[in-house]
């Protein structure tokens, strides 16, 4: 699983740019990704356990939202807030089969 690598937009507020973050790189995340590896039994008990660890660590915290709006015309047209948790979400399924298969080549 060191080789993992999922891209994801931020704000590095000490950089003070915009970059992308590889979420496993982030410790929590990727220790509890090693756990469910060893604790859950089929693949449909590791989505369920993923999807809560990238909630707890990526979903609606300051640090890792971003604002996407229009960069010509669409005035009118309002600016959403995103977060990691959302960009990983747009592609759980491959995201989800990406992760899940990197268990089998260990």
């Known amino acids: 699983m060191d080789n993992l690598v999922w891209n994801a937009v931020y704000h590095s507020i000490n950089g003070k740019e915009i ?3 590889n979420i496993f790189e982030h410790s929590g995340f990727r220790d509890d990704v090693y756990k469910h590896f060893k604790r859950c039994k ?3 008990e590791f989505a369920s356990e993923l999807r809560r660890s990238l909630f707890y660590y990526f ?4 640090e890792w939202e971003i604002i996407i ?3 010509c ?6 600016s959403i807030k995103v977060d990691v948790y959302w960009q990983v979400m747009n592609n759980w ?5 990406y992760v899940w298969n990197s268990k089998r080549k260990k």
Do not use: A, M, V
């Open 19 to 21: 970059k992308t973050f």
């Open 42 to 44: 089929d693949r449909d």
């Open 59 to 62: 979903c609606g915290k300051c």
């Open 69 to 71: 709006s229009p960069w």
């Open 73 to 78: 015309g669409g005035r009118d047209t309002e």
């Open 93 to 97: 399924e491959i995201f989800l089969d």
